[in-house]
Nanobody
Framework: QVQLVESGGGLVQPGGSLRLSCAAS????????MGWYRQAPGKERELVAT???????NYADSVKGRFTISRDNAKNTVYLQMNSLKPEDTAVYYC??????????????WGQGTLVTVSS
């Protein structure tokens, strides 16, 4: 079984920074694309950023230039560095991983979600 554990959310003032982490553990054979999504109150879940196994990245227009996604393959971990945060970035952030499990084959996994609140 493969599990994801997120950390790093919290309350931050506008203009501040936060770093989210998502660590995968368990019977992992390979992690393919990893990414972050978010869901604000009353809105649908939306893509924030993704990173492929080779390192290529993709960002939502709303976060380009402010957020950076990265991954540490040795630690099976994906990060989201969020700078110049705005109140409209307030949401629950979810990690998403496309994985190959030794026992279960191809899996799409979601983290438990971590709340990011940007407010003065």
């Amino acid at each position: 079984q493969v599990q994801l554990v997120e950390s790093g959310g919290g309350l931050v003032q506008p203009g501040g920074s936060l770093r989210l982490s998502c660590a995968a553990s368990g019977s992992i054979f390979r992690l393919n694309a990893m990414g972050w999504y978010r869901q604000a109150p009353g809105k649908e879940r939306e893509l924030v950023a993704t990173i492929r196994s080779g390192g290529s990245t993709n960002y939502a227009d709303s976060v380009k230039g402010r957020f950076t996604i990265s991954r540490d393959n040795a630690k099976n971990t994906v990060y989201l560095q969020m700078n110049s945060l705005k109140p409209e970035d307030t949401a629950v952030y979810y990690c998403n991983v496309d994985a190959i499990s030794l026992r279960e084959g191809h899996l799409e996994l979601w983290g438990q979600g971590t709340l990011v609140t940007v407010s003065s």
